[in-house]
């Protein structure tokens, strides 16, 4: 029996380092691509264009761009949340850009620079912007699930986001648990409601922070909701300069486990994962939130 596949994205080098108050040196960010390249990893955000002030941790985006390996079977991910950031992205020779958008005014306006409405006058120029470079194009939702600021966030009003996201034409759609505050019925209920308005053609990608320790649970619930595409940041670093109080990222490497377990073909390598995740643990030297990488390996 051919296994079902679940495609894993790698945000370590974007979401997983940004917040990190001690800059990590370009040559890392690339010695952590490498790992994840090594893992059997092919799609991976290698890093963001936005304001180096705000996120100096991204700063080198170009640079790090600039050292990828040439490898037509990877692609790297450049984020961006205005039309500055895509031509940057652009410049720096980017494939795949993830345009971000909120779900939440009180999000949008620290995290994006103006409330939600204002963030989509410049979408359809965004579009167009990567459509003639040649880019893939996928949009996010973030604080799909609640906001630090705002509170709760109603269905209704993803919905929304995520149908003006799809006016311009994106290959994948994502909702992001920005603060890790969803429940696996949160998670079918919003993948659920968001389905309902998707074009066949576009795929959906779930993100997910381990801030309560549901992280987990919620993949298990979006693969449910038939999502095939997660993020993970390994050894579960990670979290938001914008979203006070958010952890990390859930770890990939117990993403992997997980799913290696119930039987779903991600093509990635587990003890190479692991060795990632102790790569970029030793990097940042301090003792990082995921457990397959400290557990005894099963089966041993
Ligand atoms: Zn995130």
């Known amino acids: 029996m051919t296994k079902e596949k679940l495609e894993l994205v790698e945000v370590s080098p974007r979401d997983g380092l940004q917040n990190e108050p001690d800059l990590v040196s370009t040559e890392n960010k690339l010695a952590l691509i490498d790992h994840i390249l090594a893992a059997g990893f092919r799609r991976l955000e290698a890093g963001s264009f936005v304001n180096p002030k705000k996120v100096p941790q ?48 009180g999000f949008s306006i620290r995290n994006n620079g103006g409330p939600v409405e204002e963030t ?113 940041s390994l050894a579960g670093i990670g979290g938001c300069p914008f979203a006070p109080g958010a952890a990390g990222n859930v770890p990939t490497e117990d993403l992997l486990y997980m799913f290696n377990r119930m039987g779903f073909d991600t093509g990635v390598d587990l003890d190479r994962a692991i060795e990632g995740a102790k790569f970029i643990g030793g990097v940042l030297g301090r003792k990082t939130p995921g457990m397959v990488s400290r557990a005894p390996k099963w089966p041993s």
């Open 120 to 232: 989509f006058k410049v979408w359809p120029e965004v579009a167009a912007t990567a459509k003639a470079a040649g880019v893939r194009l996928s949009a996010s939702v973030s604080t799909a699930f609640g906001c630090p600021f705002d509170g709760e966030v109603p269905v209704r009003r993803v919905v929304e986001v995520a149908e003006r996201c799809l006016r311009e034409s994106i290959f994948e759609l994502a909702l992001a648990d920005t603060i890790g505050v969803a429940s696996p019925a949160d998670v079918h209920e919003r993948f659920r409601a968001v389905k309902a308005s998707l074009p066949a053609h576009v795929q959906l990608r779930a993100h997910f922070h381990n801030t309560r320790n549901t992280a987990l649970a919620n993949a298990v619930a979006a693969v449910e909701e038939g999502v095939r595409v997660l993020d993970g």
């Open 58 to 105: 991204m700063a080198d985006g170009d640079a790090v761009f600039a050292g990828l390996p040439k490898r037509a079977d990877a692609t790297f991910i450049a984020l961006a949340l205005n039309l500055r950031g895509v031509e940057r992205a652009n410049a720096a020779g980017a494939k795949e850009i993830n345009y971000v958008f909120c779900a939440s005014d």
